[in-house]
């Protein structure tokens, strides 16, 4: 009995040491021979590394307002298969996510391994549902994943200059405009978060790359509200006249800031990327056009300039028919004999191609050169065209007689409101620009590059213009322009539309285009401004019956909004012409 009992013990004995030879072993292998595996294990269940979008800069106008900016949202990601109680987690989530537990409990049934079950769900939802528990250490039964929508809060307001981005990949591109211009600026780089979590699943992120955020938010030189008013205006006269469409710049002479800048049709930046491409397009840069009329300020500004001409010098107008050559010009109406101010005044065709005849073609084609027709305005916006400019070795008669009325040339219309801005400021050019600036996350701010004005008048010939200018405004084709309380000074134009592959279209139709340029007030020019109308088919057809007025309302409004004082004479001058003026600041 005694040796079964004691092969009995000896037997347990063997078992016991053979068990804690297995555990030693075991304990050996773990911390000894697999140790630097289970450590990597251990980090990789503690450590969580998951990359985010990088945040895109948002682009403001020059008082701060939002026209671009980045709004966070998250998916929602259920793993069906990690959860325990689907009724109760559905319970948990339906006040959070806003549906009732019945849907939640079918998304998740209906969900496969790994499924998107909310959508666009705020930070505030995120953090609410990170608080249930159900995102934790290890295997969660949920996860969250960050996004950035790109949201435009003025809908369509400014929507050819701020443009569009979207999602390429893992990071937004910019696609037209400013976003497409400034990519490289506004661009946030993907941000890798290198996160830790304790035993209860609770994270903090250790690191973060790169460790600074790369974008930067940029500032344009567009006033939100100015450009409302130009937008608003537009629209008003596109639909009075049943036009095609029409175009507006609005700057300020003295600093080549463009303060609005607008085109109908357009589009919802919301949904820009999927408009009609015609509606995209940013007219004012891309779009070349003859300005007939308005281009007779340019013809003026080079026959004064080379002491060719005198206001008060005459010239017969013949009744209305003209011919150089063998091209025939006519007159809206027919003239007799006016002096050079009533040439402006009353826009004749005949007058002007008279008075131009004094010029020499090559040195008149490299005069508006220097005003900036027929190359870029470096602006650096995308898609901007040169313009054209006609070659004086072909028929140079005729092109300059053509050249002197606004045909034969194609310009842009921010290159035509840049021209119109040098006259205003006493004949220096200065380069139009879009940009102010642009700032970092920490605060530093980083001004446009400087732009480098150049004088391309004499300031006595500027002088001298804009009284002919004003001229216009006071007593001839550009009275609808008139502000009550500013003296203003612009252009009518009236042109007949060149249709590719057509050619002019016939006289008595519908394809004109009609434009008003011009600037005020007077004695101290704070604006620049370019209306044209493409193709009104109702109503009349003459730039000052239909952009002058369109001009004379958003200045109005540009005036009081920007609180420019109104001028002392401008009564005066309404009543007796810019001569009583001249009496009176010479007696001053």
């Known amino acids: 009995m005694q040796s079964v009992t004691r092969k009995r013990a000896i037997l347990i004995a063997m078992m016991f040491v053979a068990l804690a030879s297995g555990v030693l072993y075991k304990l050996y ?92 769900l705020s930070s505030v939802q995120a953090e609410q549902i990170r608080n249930l528990g159900v995102i934790g250490l290890g295997a969660p039964a949920f996860e969250l994943e960050k996004l950035s929508r790109r949201s435009y809060p003025g809908g369509e307001l400014a929507a050819h200059v701020v443009g569009f981005a979207g999602w ?67 629209e008003r006269v596109v639909r009075m006249h049943r036009a095609d469409a029409a175009s507006a710049v609005l700057m300020e002479p003295a600093s080549g800031k463009i303060l609005a800048m607008a085109n109908r049709p357009t589009a919802n930046l919301e949904n820009f990327g999927k408009s009609r491409v015609a509606f995209r397009r940013n007219r004012t840069v891309v779009d070349r056009y003859e300005p007939g009329s308005t281009f007779k300020i340019f013809t003026a500004a080079a026959l004064l300039d080379q002491g060719k001409v005198q206001p008060g010098q005459r010239y017969f107008c013949e009744n209305g028919s003209y011919q150089v050559r063998n091209r025939l010009y006519k007159d809206h109406k027919p003239f007799g004999t006016l002096t050079f101010r009533e040439i402006l005044e009353n826009s004749s065709n005949i007058g002007t191609i008279k008075a131009s005849a004094a010029l020499d073609g090559d040195r008149f084609l490299n005069y508006l050169k220097s005003l ?63 940009v ?25 010939t500027a002088r001298a213009l804009t009284n002919l200018l004003e001229g216009v405004v006071l007593r001839g084709t550009g009275r609808g322009a008139r502000v009550t309380g500013y003296r203003i000074a612009g252009k009518t ?96």
């Open 29 to 120: 292998s773990i911390q000894i021979v697999r140790s630097e595996a289970y450590k990597i294990r251990a980090e990789e269940q503690q450590r969580k590394t998951t990359v985010e979008a990088g945040r895109r800069g948002s682009i403001y106008d020059r008082n701060g307002h939002e026209l671009a900016l980045n709004i966070e949202q998250h998916l929602l990601f259920v793993y069906p298969t990690r959860i325990t109680d689907i009724e109760e987690t559905a319970r948990k989530l339906s006040p959070i996510l806003g549906c009732t537990p019945g849907e939640i409990v079918r998304r998740i049934r209906r969900a496969g391994r790994r499924s998107v079950i909310a959508r666009e």
């Open 168 to 234: 390429e990949h893992d990071k937004q591109i910019g696609r037209e405009g400013i976003e497409l211009q400034l990519d490289g600026k506004l661009q946030g780089e993907p941000i890798t978060l290198y996160e830790k979590r304790d035993a209860f699943g609770n994270g903090f992120v250790l690191q973060t790359a790169p460790l600074s955020d790369p974008h930067q938010d940029v500032y344009l030189t567009i006033d939100a509200v100015l450009q409302h008013i130009v937008e608003r205006e537009l």
């Open 372 to 434: 900036g027709f027929g190359r870029k305005t470096g602006i650096l916006f995308p898609g901007e065209i040169e313009g054209t400019l006609p070659d004086m070795g072909l028929a140079p008669e005729v092109h300059k007689a053509s050249l002197a009325i606004g045909y034969s040339i194609n310009v842009t219309p921010l290159q035509l409101t840049a021209a119109v801005a040098a006259v205003a400021n006493q004949g220096v050019l200065v380069p139009p620009t879009l």
């Open 436 to 460: 102010e600036g642009s700032r970092t996350p920490d605060g530093r701010w980083h001004p446009r590059a400087a732009t480098d004005p150049r004088r391309v008048m004499k300031t006595e």
């Open 493 to 588: 134009g009236t042109t007949r539309k060149h249709i590719e592959g057509e050619g002019y279209d016939n006289p008595g139709g519908k394809k004109y285009l009609s434009s008003f340029a011009g600037f005020g007030p007077v004695r101290d020019p704070q604006l620049a401004l370019l209306v044209v109308v493409d193709s009104p088919k109702s109503g009349s057809i003459y730039g000052g019956e239909i952009a002058a007025p369109a001009f004379g309302r958003i200045m109005s409004e540009a005036f009081r909004h920007l609180r420019i004082p109104p001028d002392q004479e401008s009564m005066v001058m309404l009543a007796t012409g810019p001569a009583a003026v001249q009496g009176a600041e010479a007696r001053r």
